[in-house]
């Protein structure tokens, strides 16, 4: 790879979306970080943004730097939700489609949900934990937002399964469209396949965030369209982005003995255990938008209509911003972090990703000794989303008698 400093702005042919450099890919966000505030990617032909500052500012201006054109770098994905959901749409439509699920998303909404979701997760944890060893990535951090994420949205328990597959393929398709990408298509069309045959048949549970949705449409609040694109990038991104969280934190208390004592001492750090876990291994690696006039970025002139690539867990990891960026601390609590994005867009589910994964590790310290790792992790491929195929875990369970 090379990289050059222009007269006029950085240049590099890094690709951060390829294989080896996403599997490993902190030397290359240094790299780019250390080019400019804004680095011309020709040969992806977009400007990559990967510094903490650049990125919060470009979040936080939404009037230049649009999502109403779509959020993925290729058209052929982005023209069919452009404009119809949260993530793709910018004011007015933007605040209609999110005000019809915040008031279930809010904090206050979530503080009412814990003690549900708790036990969701206490009975998964005590089925898991029956056995000295497991894989914890299906056993854990699939099965919980499998279970609270569907049983929020109301959903039929049969075919559940196809988000595993089908959140990874459509996380994927953000990215500039390759052999690898093309090949989870399938999945993904399977997935809202299920989703639509869902919607159609207002199958949801009475109460749930579905049926809220489907009570929008009867009323002539949203389309049905519209509905359908809001449950599927809900569940989407209510599942892969805390599976790899999830799997996150059981690797790091794995990984660092310290860590787990310190949290068995002192449980109220567990809220400040997640900010770091998230600002470490970030679970969303970059999102798109397009400018909507010429601009500059730090300094760096940007046409109208240019592909801009924010890169949330570049930023995360600037040393300009985070001392010491590449180690946990769990004193750290950095609650500014980009993990959830900034501005208008910010995660409109991070109250319910951090209930979920404050409950679980929450639950194996009522349960557990010790956890350790039972085998190689395995990294799992995605050039959006940053997460584990496999982490075999051992553990050793406290004498409850």
Same mark, same amino acid.
């Given at each position: ?12 042919? #890094? ?27 020709? $040969? ?14 470009? %979040? ?5 730097? @649009? ?10 994905? !982005? ?9 793709? /749409?910018? =004011?007015? +439509? ?29 009975? @998964?944890?005590?089925?898991? #934990? ?18 609270? +994420?569907?049983?929020?949205?109301? %959903? ?7 988000? %595993? ?6 996380? /994927? ?8 990408? *093309? ?6 069309? *399977?997935?809202? *396949? ?19 949705? !489907? ?33 996150? $934190? ?41 400018? /909507? &006039? ?16 924010? +890169? ?34 910010? &995660?409109?589910? /991070? ?8 409950? +679980? ?11 350790? %790792? *039972? ?6 491929? !995605? =050039? ?18």
């Amino acid at each position: 790879m090379t990289t050059t400093p222009t007269q006029s702005y950085p240049v590099s042919d #890094i690709d951060i979306f390829d294989a080896p450099v996403s599997l490993n890919p902190y030397a290359a966000y240094r790299e780019l970080r250390d080019l400019g505030p804004a680095v011309r990617v020709p $040969s992806g032909d977009y400007w990559a943004v990967t510094r903490y500052d650049d990125i919060k500012a470009v %979040l936080q201006n939404h009037e230049v730097f @649009i999502s109403g054109k779509g959020t993925a770098h290729n058209d052929m994905f !982005n023209e069919p939700v452009a404009g119809q959901v949260v993530l793709a /749409s910018d =004011p007015p +439509v933007h605040e209609r489609l999110r005000s019809h699920l915040i008031d279930k998303l809010s904090p206050v909404a979530m503080r009412r949900l814990r003690s549900t979701i708790q036990q969701i997760v206490d009975d @998964i944890i005590d089925a898991v #934990i029956a056995q000295p060893s497991f894989d914890a990535v299906p056993a854990i951090a699939q099965a919980v937002p499998m279970k609270v +994420v569907g049983d929020l949205m109301g %959903l039929p328990e049969e075919g559940r399964t196809l988000l %595993l597959k089908g959140a990874d393929a459509v996380f /994927s398709s953000f990215a500039p469209l390759s052999p690898a990408i *093309a090949e989870r298509i399938p999945h993904a069309q *399977a997935y809202f *396949a299920w989703i639509d045959e869902v919607a159609a048949q207002g199958a949801f549970t009475p109460g749930s965030w579905g049926d809220a949705l !489907n009570d929008a449409v009867v009323r002539g609040l949203m389309s049905r369209e519209e509905m359908t694109a809001t449950i599927s990038a809900l569940l989407v991104a209510g599942f892969d982005t805390t599976v790899n969280s999830i799997a996150a $934190s059981l690797r790091f208390f794995a990984e660092e003995p310290g860590l787990w004592r310190a949290l068995q001492e002192d449980a109220s750090k567990l809220p400040a255990v997640f900010e770091e876990t998230v600002r470490l291994e970030s679970p969303v690696v970059a999102f798109f938008r397009r400018t /909507s &006039c010429d601009t500059e970025i730090g300094g760096v002139p940007i046409p109208a209509d240019a592909r801009i690539l924010v +890169v949330y867990a570049s930023g995360n990891r600037d040393e300009r911003h985070y001392p010491d960026p590449d180690q946990f601390r769990i004193e750290r609590n950095p609650v500014d972090h980009l993990a959830m994005g900034s501005g208008i867009h910010a &995660c409109a589910g /991070s109250a319910l990703a951090r209930v979920e994964a404050v409950s +679980v590790t929450s639950s194996l310290l009522q349960r557990i000794e010790t956890i350790e %790792l *039972a085998g190689e992790p395995v990294r799992r491929y !995605n =050039p959006i989303v940053r997460g584990l195929e496999s982490l075999p875990l051992s553990v050793t369970l406290k004498d409850r008698s």
